[in-house]
């Protein structure tokens, strides 16, 4: 009796933790528009800092916290002149994570709202995302 009761105690704990534990995003991409700089984190280790552009005047890029609705490998803005938006992941309607070829303007505003990186940066941040999965991950966008 007292194995089985202890056995049911450690299973209970065992799902408990593991519910809790998949509330908490394993991948969280930091986007600080006043540094213009997005941090990575897995499981709570940074893995990359990089560079990026968010809204220059007159436009805006949305604050909060976000979870991918849905990925591109290659997009193309049908409200900004078919602009290629490659390994986009967007985080509320238009607005999305995504490369540039315009890296000379990364680290400071320059984009209509959209996050912009380094292609080669967004192609990894867009592997992560799909690797992870939508529910495991967090856009976070501070000032």
């Known amino acids: 009796m007292k194995k089985s009761v202890l056995m049911a105690a450690v299973l209970a704990t065992a799902l408990l933790g593991t519910s809790f534990a998949g509330r ?33 005047k007159g436009y805006f890029t949305p604050r909060g916290s976000y979870r991918p609705q849905w990925t591109a490998r290659m997009w193309y803005s049908r409200k900004y002149e078919m602009s290629p938006m490659p390994y986009s992941v967007f985080f509320r309607g238009g607005y999305a994570i995504h490369g540039t070829g315009a890296v000379k303007y990364l680290g400071r505003p320059a984009s209509h709202g959209c996050v912009r990186l380094h292609t080669a940066n967004a192609a990894t941040f867009y592997s ?16």
Request: charge should be positive; aromatic fraction near 8%.
């Open 24 to 56: 908490a995003a394993s991948l969280v991409a930091n986007i600080d528009v006043s540094t213009q700089t997005m941090t990575v984190s897995k499981y709570g280790q940074v893995l990359y800092r990089w560079n990026v552009s968010t809204a220059r």
């Open 128 to 143: 992560m995302v799909k690797e992870i999965g939508f529910g495991n991950t967090r856009i976070v966008v501070t000032d």
